[in-house]
Every structure is written in structure tokens, then in C-alpha cells.
């Protein structure tokens, strides 16, 4: 079974501008998150997706937003960008329900110049 | 590749040494925990999970502890091998909801 997808992987993108990020979850898998590394932050969530709604949201800015397609894929978006959104973001996708298995995919490398 | 942490706790270990990395969780309300590992580059790797009415799983060559009245989990790992090097992750979850809140990190080393 394919893993979990992440589309880009690396992304050079300019202060102000907004940019897409997509990922596919692992086939079967309903629920989708995103969290979002940095060296000084390190792992920390950003949103939950499951059955195309947002039922978790961590402490982002309204800047950075998402949707959940009925095939499970998932994008998230994140416009007027700052140098501190520089980071990898990653996505995971578990069954949702009452699993909660979160399996990662390799992430997407953005830099804010 | 990803540099998960500048200042990371670092355990260094010889080939064949068994390794033991500790975390503290924050939230006594947390019933269910992940252990991940990132090797440079990749995104965390399931690795082994456990819920809060346990207090020991057994996984292959991996032992995940947990003690709820002081909150700490720790990840042991038999005869640790070069390919284990990596950042080790703990997370929590309250069930009920997808959230993992993730533990800083400890870097493993594992020298020939």
C-alpha cells in the first residue's frame, strides 16, 4: 500500500506571497493533519481534516488554512507569507474514527525569502 | 536534509548497546502515546504506540514503558544498531481527538 504523499517537496517562495500545498493520505484513511517543523518550534499541529471538515485547529493564524476533498486529498494554504513560515510541513493521515495511527509523509520543504 | 533541533538532547550509544530515551508528557488527560523516529530528510516513522491503560508494549527489538502518575513514557531499544540513528519523537493524544502533541525530540547516535 503507498504511503502518504506530499506535493511539492521543496518550495522557494518570496515574502507576501501565498502557496499550496497538497498531500494524498494513505489509501482508506479518512483523517488528515497537517503540522507544520521548525528548528525552534519544532513539531507543532495545525489542522485535522476528516470526511472534508475541520474538526481540530492548533494555534495558527488565520493565515494558514486547509480543505479536505472527498477522495480524502488534502490541501493546505498559506497566503501573505512571512520569513518565519519558513519550515517543513508535514502531513499525516490516520483512519480517523477511533484510530489514531497518524502515518507521515515526507513533507514539504518551504522557504520565505 | 531536516535539522528537527538545534540544541536536541543527544544520547550517543555503541552498536549493540541497548538504548533507553525518555520523555515527559504534559497533559495528564493524554490516553494514548506514539513513539516516532526521523531519520534526516524523511517525515517521523510510526514506530510503536501505547495506550494509557497500559504500562509496557513489546514491539520488535522496541519497548515502550509508560508511567501515568509522573507522566513519562520512555522508548527502549535492544541492541541499537547504525540504522537507528535518528530523532526520536514521543507524542500524546486525548482521544477523541487526531492532535499529536509532540515532545521536543532526543537525538540518538549510534557509533560502530
Known amino acids: 500500500k503507498a504511503g502518504v504523499t506530499q506535493t511539492p517537496r521543496y518550495l522557494i517562495k518570496t515574502r507576501g506571497q501565498q502557496v499550496t500545498l497538497s498531500c494524498s493520505p494513505i489509501?482508506?484513511?479518512?483523517?488528515v493533519s497537517w503540522y507544520q517543523q521548525t528548528p525552534g518550534q519544532g513539531l507543532q499541529f495545525l489542522f485535522e481534516?476528516?470526511?472534508?471538515?475541520?474538526?481540530n485547529k492548533g494555534n495558527f493564524p488565520g493565515r494558514f488554512s486547509g480543505r479536505q476533498f472527498s477522495n480524502s486529498r488534502s490541501e493546505m494554504n498559506v497566503s501573505t507569507l512571512e520569513l518565519g513560515d519558513s519550515a517543513l510541513y508535514l502531513c499525516?493521515?490516520?483512519?480517523?474514527?477511533?484510530?489514531?495511527?497518524?502515518?507521515f509523509g515526507p513533507g514539504t520543504r518551504l522557504t520565505v525569502t | 536534509g531536516e535539522s528537527v533541533g538545534l540544541h536536541l538532547p543527544t544520547l550517543s550509544v555503541q552498536e549493540g548497546d541497548n538504548s533507553i530515551i525518555n520523555c515527559a508528557y504534559s497533559?495528564?488527560?493524554?490516553?494514548?502515546f506514539i513513539w516516532y523516529k526521523q531519520e534526516s530528510g524523511k517525515g517521523p516513522q510510526f514506530i510503536i504506540d501505547?495506550?494509557?491503560?497500559?504500562d509496557k508494549r513489546q514491539g520488535q527489538r522496541v519497548t515502550v514503558l509508560l508511567n501515568k502518575t509522573v507522566k513519562h513514557l520512555s522508548l527502549q531499544i535492544a541492541a541499537t544498531q547504525p540504522g537507528d540513528s535518528a530523532v526520536y519523537f514521543c507524542?500524546?493524544?486525548?482521544?477523541?481527538?487526531?492532535?499529536?502533541?509532540f515532545g521536543t525530540g532526543t537525538r540518538l547516535l549510534v557509533s560502530p
Open positions: 489509501s482508506g484513511h479518512r483523517s
Open positions: 497533559n495528564s488527560a493524554s490516553d494514548y
Open positions: 501505547i495506550r494509557s491503560n497500559m
Open positions: 481534516y476528516f470526511s472534508e471538515t475541520q474538526r
Open positions: 499525516a493521515s490516520s483512519l480517523g474514527g477511533t484510530n489514531y495511527e497518524q502515518y
Open positions: 507524542a500524546e493524544i486525548v482521544t477523541g481527538f487526531q492532535k499529536l502533541v
